[in-house]
């Protein structure tokens, strides 16, 4: 019980302490995480397991897509590929379907690795 209220102790400092950069690719992270145990579930037949990250991924999704700054061109591209992946996570979640949920995961894979890199060139600490 220790361990455990220690490690959500550092986990939440980590949290409280992170840049906006370190936050979003923790939610990056989340989102690949809870797709993860998503396909667990599915591998299982755990329905419920599998429905519940889905949907934590999908929060994770529409935060993105409510954060985003109009005022940039760009924020349209990612506007596209956001409800991309939130249609793919809703089809996955409805017809269970790994290969779904795997482009979903790729796409999810993708948008980290770049945000990542972007950290990278800018100088921004990456874990």
Not at 85 to 106: S, Y
Request: proline share 2%; hydrophobic share 40%.
């Amino acid at each position: 019980m220790v361990a455990k209220n220690g490690y959500a102790a550092y986990q939440n400092s980590r949290v409280m302490t992170a840049s906006p950069a370190e936050l979003t690719l923790m939610l990056y992270e989340g989102a690949i995480k809870f797709c993860n145990i998503a396909l667990v579930g599915m591998e299982n037949k755990d329905i419920e397991k599998t429905h519940v990250n889905i949907i934590k991924a999908r929060n994770i999704i529409d935060e993105f897509l409510s954060t985003l700054n109009h005022k940039y061109p760009v924020a349209k591209d990612f506007e596209n590929v956001y409800n991309y992946i939130r249609d793919l996570l809703t089809e996955a979640n409805i017809k269970k379907d790994p290969e779904i949920l795997n482009l979903a995961l790729e796409e999810i894979r993708g948008m980290r690795d770049t945000w990542k890199e972007v950290m990278r060139r800018n100088k921004m600490h990456v874990a």
